[in-house]
């Protein structure tokens, strides 16, 4: 059984029909991503997973169990968490209350701590800044704040929505290396992603979607490899 199942899912934004009728798996242990053009429905795909819009039809099964449609604060009591678009870090708090934030679901004091200390562990930076105002933060600083805030909710499923988003190309790997070493550690990833060359190269599978609907899927490497994928999404 996939630790995520998502089967023939619609959704709409109002009259629009934004995905349409889309079927994917993560099974646990993997990194999979989904890669297209801008408006191509990635985002869409992944706000539904996490419960921040409803499909009108179909199905998403996490461990078993059908989540479409739950309220995303119970989601993430189920063990997804996720990363959004333009990192959204609650500007005005310090580093320290969002990652706070980030374990909001959870009771566990002294875990809680430890929680602390492996992010601190991954992310030094946040350690150094940990009182400063997350809004004076450097856009890859504030990347990594928004990894460890989801990280703090101790997730078996990690939603990443446009990570290198707006960063420099040294951020870029310094990121795409920690969501690497995040995965080495235990977490699955379901990675939404612009930049299809750096996606590709840590995914174990991947799915292209295309205005709403997948089109290919298949294994990471082969699909970089693909002379179609490399001149729609490569630059080749």
Do not use: C, W
């Amino acid at each position: 059984m996939a630790m995520l199942e998502v089967k023939d899912i619609n959704v709409y934004y109002g009259a629009i029909h934004a995905i349409k009728g889309i079927s994917l798996s993560v099974e646990e242990g993997e990194i999979v991503t989904l890669i297209g053009a801008n408006g191509a429905g990635k985002s869409t795909t992944l706000r539904t997973i996490s419960g921040l819009l409803k499909p009108k039809t179909g199905e998403i099964n996490f461990l078993g169990k059908n989540i479409a449609g739950v309220p995303a604060h119970k989601i993430v009591r189920e063990g997804i968490s996720q990363v959004p678009e333009g990192r959204r870090i609650f500007a005005e708090m310090t580093v320290q209350e969002n990652l706070e934030l980030g374990a909001f679901t959870r009771s566990d004091k002294d875990e809680i701590q430890n929680d602390f200390k492996m992010v601190f562990g991954r992310f030094p930076r946040l350690e150094e800044r940990r009182l400063q105002l997350a809004g004076t933060l450097s856009g890859g600083e504030q990347q990594m704040l928004a990894m460890g805030r989801a990280l703090m909710s101790r997730p078996k499923l990690l939603l990443l929505d446009e990570p290198s988003m707006g960063l420099a190309p040294l951020l870029i790997r310094e990121i795409f290396s920690i969501i690497a070493d995040i995965h080495k550690t235990g977490t699955t990833v379901l990675l939404v992603e612009q930049n299809a060359n750096m996606a590709l190269s840590i995914a174990n599978r991947a799915y292209v979607l295309e205005t709403g609907r997948i089109t290919i899927s298949g294994d990471a490497e082969e699909l970089a490899a693909s002379e179609d994928i490399r001149k729609a999404y490569l630059g080749g």
